[in-house]
């Protein structure tokens, strides 16, 4: 119950910051918005809460922005993958640095394969196949970059706290 309530609020909370800073950090690239704040917290709710829970964050998130009008119905298939790869990666292997590789391919391969019918069909965005990897990249890059930085600076602390 307590193991339980702990991935519950820190899942909450994970998914405030990221929404919280996509309205603050966020900015367009093509029909894409570019949001590395949540790419920042799929590797940590992966790394410190495990690929499941890293889902449900991404899922959160995404539905929260987008109740707000911040986000895109991109953010999800955008989200998603990356979260859960990066925190399969890093259960499978113990490697923050996988964990960064992991939402770079989940994020700017997996889901901008997936984001272009969804953009095709309900956004009428017109383009190819790999319309979104750029973007999505970015967004993956750059928020890969502060959690390796912040992970790895502040990971004596973090490991006693984190699921894996």
């Keep these: 119950m307590k193991k339980r309530t702990y991935q519950l609020v820190l899942t909450a909370v994970l998914s405030a910051l990221a929404v919280c800073g996509g309205s603050m950090f966020s900015f367009p690239i093509g029909v894409a918005k570019c949001a590395p704040t949540q790419s920042l917290i799929n590797i940590v709710a992966g790394v410190v809460l495990g690929p499941e829970w890293a889902v449900v964050q991404a899922l959160l998130t995404s539905t929260v922005r987008n109740l707000l009008g911040t986000g895109t119905l991109l953010a999800y298939p955008g989200s998603i993958f990356g979260a859960w790869l990066s925190g399969w990666l890093f259960k499978r292997f113990g ?38 990897v750029p973007s999505f990249a970015v967004s993956a890059i750059v928020g890969g970059l502060l959690a ?17």
């Design 95 to 132: 490697k923050i640095w996988l964990a960064a590789l992991g939402e770079l391919i989940g994020t700017s391969l997996i889901g901008a394969l997936v984001s272009y019918p969804i953009a095709a069909l309900l956004m009428s965005a017109k383009g190819s196949l790999f319309l979104f």
């Design 148 to 164: 390796w930085v912040i992970l790895k600076a502040a990971w004596q602390p973090i490991s006693r706290f984190a699921k894996i």
